[in-house]
């Protein structure tokens, strides 16, 4: 109970400094971001696309450990976790997507422009998507979930192409890609000590709020399995 | 249909009862299996002659929409690899597909071991992309002006290596596609992202092979495109046994 208290406040404190605290050109009062060249006020959506981006990478690791570990062990439990942790990473990977084109828009002049961080999102939606599509398919408990912890490992192994390859091939306007002289990843450059702090508390505050909605999902999974299996 | 089936089966049929008093295992090799759909299909054409239709429906559709216009070489290269990638979706899930359909799926886990029915589906499926992929490019390129291809070796790499990473991935996913009953509509839903990173290098490849670049410069693409067979062919073993046995 402590520590869903802890994680309200976390949260309620990350949206209201992400979203109210002032940019200015030198910041004086702690309270105060710094204005960084080429992200403006944008900078402050960093505080919610980045965490759950992040999420929706992890959701879909967590989904294909518990998928390898059902198939090791044909425990139902575990492919109940996965298909929980893939729940979420849909929803976060929604999420994602949305702030992204918002960012998008406000900072290279369109909502969608195939860079390749954004091909690799749209194509993890579409994993999510087939991944759901293949369980609505197959009534059977374990069949369903044989099918699809195989289907969540195979498609786990095109994402190296995503992150290695795709950046080669496509153009980027994602910090870090292969034309991008200018600045690295955006954690390393100009964001001072106070707006570091606020984006590694959101994040973690995101991580913890992912892991417990996912102890909660995985949760009532079960217990609505042993529910359906005592009426028939 | 069990008279067709069993003079396929003849001899196989035969060495069981022949062994089933001894202890000797029985096993199908993967040719043995690869011969019997080749059989079949030859038997009953549907696998080739559906095929061959879609191939033209797709490329007149093509036709019909660009009507007198001028379609650019890079555009006519891409719909090169949608008409590759669709054809390939209406016929290679045949092959788990119709095991399931005829019921011999039980009768294939009892006398071959998941990894030899793999194999032997996996060389019929690849015959089937190549050779349906060389059908396409030669149509393609009689058809489309714009289609004009500088470096040809560059090309047939991509071309050949492609290919294959089609018919490994589409195979597998017909695998999964064949138990999980439901068996048109969500065989393109389920390849589409697999495929994905394939298909955005052969795309890449080819526009490369049409401004002429020489094969070193390309060599990367290659290797990534050879690196997805591996990777694909490795995972699809290990996880084949846990699809087809129930």
């Not at chain 2, 396929?8 to 019997?36: P, Y």
């Not at chain 2, 191939?55 to 555009?75: A, C, M, P, Q, R």
Request: proline share 3%.
């Amino acid at each position: 109970m402590i520590w869903q208290i802890l994680l309200f406040f976390i949260i309620a404190f990350v949206s209201v400094a992400g979203i109210a605290f002032p940019i200015v050109e030198n910041p004086i009062h702690w309270y105060e971001f710094p204005l960084i060249p080429g992200l403006e006020e944008n900078a402050k959506i960093i505080f919610f696309h980045v965490p759950t981006s992040w999420l929706t990478v992890i959701a879909f690791f967590m989904s294909t450990i518990f998928s390898i570990k059902y198939l090791r062990k044909k425990d139902l439990v575990d492919d109940a976790k996965a298909h929980t942790a893939a729940q979420l990473g849909m929803i976060f990977c929604i999420l994602a997507t949305v702030t992204g084109a918002v960012w998008a828009k406000f900072a290279w002049g369109s909502f969608w422009s195939w860079d390749p961080r954004q091909t690799s999102i749209f194509a993890l939606l579409l994993i999510y998507g087939a991944l759901f599509a293949l369980r609505s398919a197959v009534e059977q408990e374990e069949k369903r979930a044989t099918l699809a912890s195989v289907y969540s490992i195979i498609a786990f192994v095109t994402v190296p192409f995503f992150i290695f390859i795709m950046p080669r091939i496509m153009k980027g306007l994602h910090p870090g890609s292969a034309d991008d002289t200018h600045s690295g990843p955006v954690v390393d450059f100009k964001m001072n000590s106070n707006m570091l702090l606020i984006f590694y508390l959101s994040l973690f505050g995101f991580t913890i709020l992912y892991y417990w909605m996912w102890k909660v999902g995985y949760k009532s999974l079960i217990y609505k399995d042993k529910l359906d299996k005592q009426i028939k | 249909m069990i008279v067709i089936w069993l003079s396929v089966h003849q001899s196989l049929i035969l060495t069981i009862i022949k062994t089933t008093k001894g202890s000797a295992k029985i096993k199908m090799t993967s040719t043995a299996l690869f011969r019997k759909d080749l059989a079949s299909e030859i038997r009953t054409r549907y696998a080739i002659n559906s095929l061959v239709m879609f191939i033209i429906v797709t490329i007149s559709v093509i036709l019909f929409s660009i009507g007198n216009e001028k379609i650019s070489d890079y555009l006519s290269g891409g719909l090169f690899w949608v008409v590759v990638f669709f054809t390939a979706m209406s016929g290679l899930s045949r092959a788990f597909v119709s095991e399931e359909e005829r019921g011999t799926s039980l009768l294939l886990q009892l006398i071959a071991s998941p990894s030899t029915v793999f194999s032997g589906k996996l060389i019929f499926n690849l015959i089937l992309v190549f050779s349906m992929n060389v059908v396409i490019a030669n149509l393609y390129t009689a058809l489309f002006e714009a289609f004009v291809i500088k470096n040809l070796l560059l090309f047939s790499a991509a071309f050949l290596f492609g290919s294959i990473g089609i018919a490994i991935s589409s195979t597998v996913i017909a695998a999964i596609i064949a138990k999980a009953g439901s068996k048109g509509t969500l065989y393109p839903v389920l390849s589409f992202p697999i495929l994905l990173p394939l298909i955005l290098i052969l795309i890449e490849l080819t526009k490369m092979s049409m401004d002429g670049t020489t094969f070193e410069e390309g060599m990367i693409e290659v290797a990534v495109l050879i690196c997805y067979d591996v990777i694909m062919i490795s995972a699809s073993y290990l996880l084949f046994d846990f699809i087809w046995k129930d």
